[in-house]
């Protein structure tokens, strides 16, 4: 059963043509990586699958219903993203982590330590100030943040740039877990194709802001992605 | 019963003396090269102009038995004129005029019904027009500061915005710490002057009064009671352009609006 499709999304942003008649169509509990050039408008069809910004034309279904009829609040609690800049929000990565849970009346349901140790990091940050954490302790609090909104779907936009060998393993083993446990959908924008290999059941090829190509993992040529 | 110890042609006559001390004040400023001969000269000259305009009209309209027949218009006229300014403050916000002119009009509205209600300001155009000036004076300039405080937030926290909206958080919930730190910094110079009033500060409507004669104590009280309104109406003038301004900061899709 496919979970999301894409259907000849366009967007422009001032005067980049981002998305030029982009689509794709996502499996649930599947794993698809998007891989291709800077600029190829990976970010993007991120941004529009929450409905951070609106596509000029064609249309996103989440579970058969086009989100333009969604409420985006409800939308975006199902469908999360992890943006490509880890910003964090003023107070204590607890606070972070809470954060979503929180206006969604779930704080109490919200395990901050667990969040964080999927995330790859030690419960002991919980308690500290999220502005003056290093970019890959940043990177990984905007994951737990997003997990503590027990998702649907996760987009992921370069995770792991920025992180340790050692904690990235332990961040794509929680997501391939999730995936394979509890059903969650993750597209993951990457431009590490080892990765991509490593996690993804499927990898898109992004061009000029269409997909040029799908793949299953195992099929994947490089040579003809960049 | 003026207060004021000459007749207007003496007082023309120390206009001009003045005017050459400041012809010797701005010509130092040229000499020095400070540059500011130029704007204080035109500032100087369409205030004065501005300023005798309006005596003029306030002339005839004292004079005037059916005064409150225009009167209408001319607080319209300021909530109009008071939101086209402020709204230039607002960055690169679209039409900002069609939340700064409501708000600057509720506001400064709301202060002269209270004043009147409660018999601070008697139906007459020599207490109606000096306090709708200051009332709807103060309620623009707060409402630039906080709009423009709003707008340089938005611009400078687009990221820290679209985090919050993308964990789920509504534009309300978004902007509810903005919008707060705007009201707060833009009430920072009434407050500031609150707290030093009768120290450095003698208000101009107090001076008015202690020059036309009327007892100081019952000068200050009528001080207060103005001050305390005024301030009233830039609170409120504050929190309503901060609520208008969610609908032109953010789409109807809850997204931040593409423009900041
Ligand atoms: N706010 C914007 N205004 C104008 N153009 C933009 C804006 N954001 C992105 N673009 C343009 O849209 C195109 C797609 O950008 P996008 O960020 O989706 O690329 P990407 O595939 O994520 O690249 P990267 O791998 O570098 O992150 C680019 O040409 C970019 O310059
Ligand atoms: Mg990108």
């Given at each position: 059963?496919?979970?999301?499709?894409?259907?000849?999304?366009?967007?422009?942003?001032?005067?980049?043509?981002?998305?030029?008649?982009?689509?794709?169509?996502?499996?649930?509990?599947?794993?698809?990586s998007?891989v291709?050039?800077?600029?190829?408008?990976?970010?993007?069809?991120?941004?529009?699958?929450?409905?951070?910004?609106?596509?000029?034309?064609?249309?996103?279904?989440?579970?058969?219903?086009?989100?333009?009829?969604?409420?985006?609040?409800?939308?975006?609690?199902?469908?999360?993203?992890?943006?490509?800049?880890?910003?964090?929000?003023?107070?204590?990565?607890?606070?972070?982590?809470?954060?979503?849970?929180?206006?969604?009346?779930?704080?109490?349901?919200?395990?901050?330590?667990?969040?964080?140790?999927?995330?790859?990091?030690?419960?002991?940050?919980?308690?500290?100030?999220?502005?003056?954490?290093?970019?890959?302790?940043?990177?990984?609090?905007?994951?737990?943040?997003?997990?503590?909104?027990?998702?649907?779907?996760?987009?992921?936009?370069?995770?792991?740039?920025?992180?340790?060998?050692?904690?990235?393993?332990?961040?794509?083993?929680?997501?391939?877990?999730?995936?394979?446990?509890?059903?969650?959908?993750?597209?993951?924008?990457?431009?590490?194709v080892?990765?991509a290999l490593?996690?993804s059941?499927r990898i898109?090829n992004?061009?000029?802001?269409?997909?040029?190509e799908?793949t299953n993992a195992s099929e994947f040529r490089w040579?003809?992605a960049? | 019963?003026?207060?004021?110890?000459?007749?207007?042609?003496?007082?023309?006559?120390?206009?001009?003396?003045?005017?050459?001390?400041?012809?010797?004040?701005?010509?130092?400023?040229?000499?020095?090269?400070?540059?500011?001969?130029?704007?204080?000269?035109?500032?100087?000259?369409?205030?004065?102009?501005?300023?005798?305009?309006?005596?003029?009209?306030?002339?005839?309209?004292?004079?005037?038995?059916?005064?409150?027949?225009?009167?209408?218009?001319?607080?319209?006229?300021?909530?109009?004129?008071?939101?086209?300014?402020?709204?230039?403050?607002?960055?690169?916000?679209?039409?900002?005029?069609?939340?700064?002119?409501?708000?600057?009009?509720?506001?400064?509205?709301?202060?002269?019904?209270?004043?009147?209600?409660?018999?601070?300001?008697?139906?007459?155009?020599?207490?109606?027009?000096?306090?709708?000036?200051?009332?709807?004076?103060?309620?623009?300039?707060?409402?630039?500061?906080?709009?423009?405080?709003?707008?340089?937030?938005?611009?400078?926290?687009?990221?820290?915005?679209?985090?919050?909206?993308?964990?789920?958080?509504?534009?309300?919930?978004?902007?509810?710490?903005?919008?707060?730190?705007?009201?707060?910094?833009?009430?920072?110079?009434?407050?500031?002057?609150?707290?030093?009033?009768?120290?450095?500060?003698?208000?101009?409507?107090?001076?008015?009064?202690?020059?036309?004669?009327?007892?100081?104590?019952?000068?200050?009280?009528?001080?207060?009671?103005?001050?305390?309104?005024?301030?009233?109406?830039?609170?409120?003038?504050?929190?309503?352009?901060?609520?208008?301004?969610?609908?032109?900061?953010?789409?109807?899709?809850?997204?931040?609006?593409?423009?900041?």
């Amino acid at each position: 059963m496919s979970i999301l499709t894409i259907k000849k999304a366009k967007k422009m942003l001032g005067d980049a043509r981002a998305l030029r008649g982009l689509s794709l169509d996502l499996e649930k509990g599947e794993i698809i990586s998007l891989v291709g050039p800077s600029g190829s408008g990976k970010t993007t069809l991120l941004r529009s699958m929450n409905r951070l910004i609106e596509l000029d034309s064609g249309s996103i279904l989440f579970q058969g219903e086009n989100i333009a009829d969604m409420d985006p609040v409800a939308l975006r609690r199902k469908v999360v993203l992890v943006p490509q800049e880890s910003v964090m929000l003023q107070g204590t990565v607890k606070e972070n982590v809470q954060y979503g849970p929180k206006l969604a009346g779930a704080v109490g349901k919200c395990d901050v330590g667990r969040c964080l140790r999927d995330a790859g990091l030690s419960p002991k940050f919980a308690g500290k100030d999220a502005e003056k954490l290093s970019g890959g302790e940043k990177k990984r609090v905007a994951l737990a943040r997003a997990l503590a909104l027990h998702p649907e779907v996760l987009l992921l936009d370069e995770p792991t740039v920025g992180v340790d060998p050692k904690k990235v393993e332990r961040m794509e083993g929680t997501i391939l877990k999730f995936a394979r446990e509890k059903g969650l959908t993750v597209v993951w924008v990457t431009h590490d194709v080892p990765q991509a290999l490593r996690v993804s059941d499927r990898i898109a090829n992004l061009k000029k802001g269409v997909v040029k190509e799908v793949t299953n993992a195992s099929e994947f040529r490089w040579e003809g992605a960049y | 019963m003026t207060g004021i110890p000459y007749t207007w042609e003496e007082g023309l006559v120390i206009m001009g003396i003045m005017m050459v001390m400041l012809v010797i004040a701005i010509g130092l400023s040229v000499w020095k090269k400070i540059g500011i001969a130029r704007e204080y000269t035109y500032a100087m000259i369409r205030g004065g102009l501005q300023l005798f305009a309006a005596a003029t009209l306030l002339y005839f309209l004292f004079e005037f038995e059916y005064w409150y027949y225009p009167i209408w218009l001319l607080l319209i006229a300021m909530a109009l004129m008071g939101g086209y300014t402020s709204a230039r403050r607002a960055g690169k916000m679209p039409k900002a005029y069609r939340i700064t002119t409501p708000s600057i009009l509720v506001g400064g509205t709301v202060v002269l019904i209270v004043l009147r209600v409660s018999g601070a300001m008697p139906f007459k155009p020599q207490f109606v027009i000096p306090l709708a000036g200051m009332v709807f004076g103060n309620a623009m300039t707060i409402c630039s500061l906080a709009l423009n405080r709003l707008t340089r937030e938005f611009e400078t926290n687009k990221p820290t915005l679209e985090t919050m909206l993308s964990l789920g958080a509504t534009p309300k919930e978004a902007m509810e710490e903005y919008g707060r730190m705007s009201i707060k910094a833009a009430l920072i110079p009434n407050i500031d002057s609150l707290k030093t009033l009768g120290i450095i500060f003698i208000p101009g409507s107090m001076a008015g009064l202690l020059i036309a004669g009327t007892n100081p104590i019952l000068a200050a009280e009528y001080q207060i009671i103005v001050y305390l309104m005024v301030i009233g109406g830039g609170i409120i003038t504050s929190i309503m352009v901060i609520a208008l301004s969610r609908r032109l900061l953010f789409t109807k899709a809850q997204q931040i609006a593409e423009w900041v």
